[in-house]
T-cell receptor, first 115, second 114 residues
């Protein structure tokens, strides 16, 4: 079964700092990759996704992620964070086949941005 | 569109009580899921359904039951509540998560068992 690992549990940054959140997955076949964001007190929302093609994908609010197949990684980046980016971020993998549409989520990374 | 609607938003149960968490979606999605979210543990799949009348266990099904009599509704039943079931529960749906849309999540139910 596939698994997803997010390296950092809690990241604390000041506004305008650059962000990179790590995500690694374990599955040797074709995958679809997602990043979700959960703002305080809210439900999860899709931030961006990768299915095929250009390994650098852009999402909402200036976020982007790069799929590196050889490293089984899908790291999330943002050049300059804002206070409003304070949230929990989840990486997720869909492995297809008999997964019956099930996404496997990482443990989540809490991002705190200080003004 | 309302999307995915969960009720109630908050609930406190006593040990041994039972309850049903409601989930309904109006997007005609075949796939529906129940996850629980615990701090630092991410989301764990409890049960899922690939269509009306078809359900299956996820990672952490013990202590829960589900049914899927219609495409729209996917209720989660707790029969004998235990403190270990204190968590935030999210229902989600998808037309096909392997395609472009991913999941649509409900707003969650925060359950405390005392």
């Amino acid at each position: 079964a596939q698994s997803v690992s997010q390296h950092n549990h809690h990241v604390i940054l000041s506004e305008a700092a650059s962000l990179e959140l790590g995500c690694n997955y374990s599955y040797g076949g074709t995958v679809n990759l997602f990043w979700y964001v959960q703002y305080p007190g809210q439900h999860l929302q899709l931030l961006l996704k990768y299915f095929s093609g250009d390994p650098l994908v852009k999402g909402i609010k200036g976020f982007e992620a790069e799929f590196i197949k050889s490293k089984f990684s899908f790291n999330l980046r943002k050049p300059s964070v804002q206070w409003s980016d304070t949230a929990e971020y989840f990486c997720a993998v869909y492995a297809g086949g008999t997964s019956y549409g099930k996404l496997t989520f990482g443990q989540g990374t809490i991002l705190t941005v200080h003004p | 569109n309302a999307g995915v609607t969960q009720t109630p938003k908050f609930r406190i149960l006593k040990i041994g009580q039972s309850m049903t968490l409601q989930c309904t979606q109006d997007m005609n999605h075949n796939y529906m899921y129940w996850y629980r979210q615990d701090p630092g543990m991410g989301l764990k799949l409890i049960y899922y359904s690939v269509g009306a009348g078809i359900t299956d266990k996820g990672e952490v099904p013990n202590g829960y039951n589900v049914s899927r009599s219609t495409t729209e509704d996917f209720p989660l039943r707790l029969e004998l509540a235990a403190p270990s079931q204190t968590s935030v529960y999210f229902c989600a749906s998808s037309y096909n998560p392997g395609a472009s849309s991913g999941y649509t999540f409900g707003s969650g139910t925060r359950l405390t068992v005392v």
